[in-house]
């Protein structure tokens, strides 16, 4: 029996687009946890370059801005390595509004990716999930073409 439908309980908040993109680091938008109660990043690694690394980790910071922003203890992967095979591979980054530095008024957090080396076929999107209010779809990125409902 279905009562819920994906889209009102988890929502697409941040992407890196899907490219063969240079080395450099790439981030998605800031995302305010008081809208989520948790989010997952996935971070998808396509064809790596000759030597290529892919890193990835959560940000947060006190507004939208990125004021004051430094990393989310503990969120970074273990970096994916042409040289160690993992090309074609995913990694996942979870994390819950409480495991930001409340005490100290963070309450955004993005996704940083790293690409090392060498230009590598990589992306990533980041969910959010259990919305605070109203259905997740309505805190869909705006990216987000359709949604279709079977």
């Known amino acids: 029996m279905k009562t819920l439908n994906p889209s009102q309980v988890s929502a697409v908040v941040g992407v890196i687009d899907p490219d063969a993109n240079a080395a450099a680091t790439y981030t998605t938008a800031w995302i305010d946890m008081a809208d989520w109660s948790s989010i997952m990043a996935i971070i998808l690694a396509g064809t790596l370059g000759s030597s290529g690394t892919l890193d990835a980790k959560l940000e947060q ?18 970096q994916l390595t042409q040289a160690g095979t993992d090309s074609d591979k995913q990694a996942i980054i979870e994390c819950w509004g409480e495991d930001l530095d409340l005490a ?6 993005r996704l940083s990716m790293t690409v090392g080396t060498a230009t590598s076929d990589s992306g990533a999107v980041v969910l959010g999930f259990d919305p605070r209010y109203g259905p997740a779809s309505d805190g869909d990125a705006a990216t987000v073409a359709e949604i279709v409902t079977v």
Do not use: L
């Open 61 to 78: 910071a006190q507004d939208g801005s990125g004021t004051g922003a430094k990393d989310v203890p503990a969120s970074a992967i273990a």
């Open 104 to 109: 100290n008024g963070f309450t955004h957090v």
